[in-house]
């Protein structure tokens, strides 16, 4: 059980890195500095929570393979 729960999240885990501009390539694009910058950072890791939850969801994961997966995943988002 806990190998296929490693292999479960080693598969998200390439799936994660195969998203679309992380967050700060999003911001640095557009040009945002200070007050703007900062509000389209938290918009958008708080969207990319959601999408990550949604995502672990979909897979089934629970417990601590949804934990890291769901952090795993919106580190990548967020550029961090």
């Given at each position: 059980m806990k190998r296929l729960l490693l292999t479960a999240f080693a598969l998200?885990?390439?799936?994660?890195?195969?998203q679309a501009q992380s967050?700060?390539?999003?911001?640095?694009?557009?040009?945002?500095?200070g007050a703007a910058k900062t509000s389209f950072l938290t918009k958008c890791e708080k969207d990319a929570g959601s999408a990550c939850d949604?995502?672990?969801?979909?897979?089934?994961?629970?417990?601590?393979?949804?934990?890291?997966?769901?952090?795993?995943?919106?580190?990548?988002?967020?550029?961090?």
């Open positions: 998200c885990c390439m799936a994660g890195a195969a967050c700060n390539l999003q911001a640095s694009d557009k040009k945002l500095a949604k995502q672990a969801a979909d897979r089934k994961l629970a417990g601590a393979a949804k934990n890291s997966f769901t952090k795993k995943c919106v580190s990548d988002a967020v550029g961090g």
